[in-house]
């Protein structure tokens, strides 16, 4: 109940202009932009490419801010308080399904181990039909993902009651037993195995590219911003990405993960780190032309997402995959990039 009143009152001061509580309010005029993420290594090349300077090199200035949970920033963007966000392209289905105009401008990596279905010890999801399972968005994103578990084994997700709440406190609520099935994200996963005795029953690295996650923006936003900016943000972070790579670059890459991407959490060690990255994979530019380029991987899981929810009876608003990405900015950022050495 507190956490729900403290999200209501953060999205009040969203919607009336006033500063969240991460980041103040860029000036009036402000050519700027903001990209909203959470604490997830997959979108840690954000605040590399800012750390690094890589957008300021390219000549734009871009600002990451920092949130606790992943549905304050769908309501940080319909408050304008944002331009660009990442998050799972199955999300942005759901979003574009309750009639806002979205487009995913990139896919940029996919969780690979770091998203779980967990439950305790001796479990089945088929001990729980009709009970809660919890969900950190209740989206497509999230629903398609536990649907590929669920359909060998001739369950369905309607056979479920699906709650949305947020991951920290979901891992408590876990924990307590009040939720018999989670699904859930590391760290928060990790936390809830640890502090619930619980087991991870499946990970997205067991359904490769399940969970596709995605630059994106709002329709109408995007209008209004230039198109050679959204191209600069985009190659901002493929140098981040080559920058990663490097593994000469792991003590300072280390730092960053620590001190900007988990924030909030204790300092992990060096393992902790590691295992943490290899629960997502961020595509190098040949995977990004690949996954971006029309009819390539990204289009292939919309259809299969479409599908999921027409047989689920939860497709409300159909759609093409060009009502929900536009790929001309990645696949103009990637020909630049082949082009144009990047910065060192």
């Not at 398609?144 to 947020?166: G, Q």
């Not at 939860?314 to 536009?326: G, I, N, Q």
């Amino acid at each position: 109940m507190v956490k729900s009143c403290l999200r209501a009152l953060l999205f009040c001061a969203l919607l009336f202009g006033l500063n969240d509580p991460i980041h103040p309010a860029p000036g009036a005029g402000s050519a700027g932009y903001r990209i909203a993420t959470v604490a997830w290594a997959g979108w840690s090349p954000l605040h590399v490419a800012h750390e690094k300077g890589l957008w300021k090199r390219l000549g734009v200035d871009v600002e990451v801010v920092d949130y606790d949970d992943p549905i304050i920033i769908l309501e940080a963007m319909k408050a304008g308080r944002i331009d660009f966000a990442m998050d799972m392209a199955g999300t942005l289905v759901g979003v574009y399904m309750d009639g806002t105009p979205i487009l995913a401008l990139a896919e940029t990596n996919w969780s690979h181990g770091g998203d779980h279905i967990i439950t305790k010890p001796g479990h089945s999801l088929r001990d729980h039909v009709g009970e809660p399972v919890g969900v950190f968005l209740n989206r497509p994103s999230c629903l398609y993902f536990l649907h590929l578990f669920l359909e060998p084994r001739n369950l369905r997700v309607s056979d479920y009651r699906i709650v949305e709440i947020n991951p920290e406190d979901m891992a408590a609520q876990f924990a307590a037993g009040r939720l018999p099935v989670i699904v859930s994200y590391d760290p928060w996963a990790l936390e809830a195995v640890r502090r619930g005795n619980g087991v991870s029953l499946a990970t997205s690295r067991d359904f490769k590219g399940c969970i596709p996650e995605c630059l994106w923006a709002y329709a109408d936003r995007l209008k209004t911003i230039p198109s050679e900016d959204v191209r600069k943000v985009i190659r901002g972070w493929i140098h981040a990405v080559r920058w990663i790579r490097d593994p000469d670059h792991w003590p300072e890459f280390r730092d960053i993960l620590n001190r900007r991407t988990f924030r909030k959490n204790k300092p992990y060690d060096d393992a902790e780190l590691r295992r943490l990255m290899e629960g997502v994979k961020i595509h190098d530019p040949a995977e990004m032309a690949e996954r971006n380029r029309t009819g390539g991987g990204l289009y292939g899981y919309l259809r299969s997402v479409r599908a999921f929810l027409r047989e689920e009876g939860m497709l409300r608003r159909p759609y093409e995959v060009a009502d929900v990405f536009e790929n001309r900015f990645v696949m103009e950022a990637l020909a630049l990039e082949r082009k144009v050495a990047p910065p060192e």
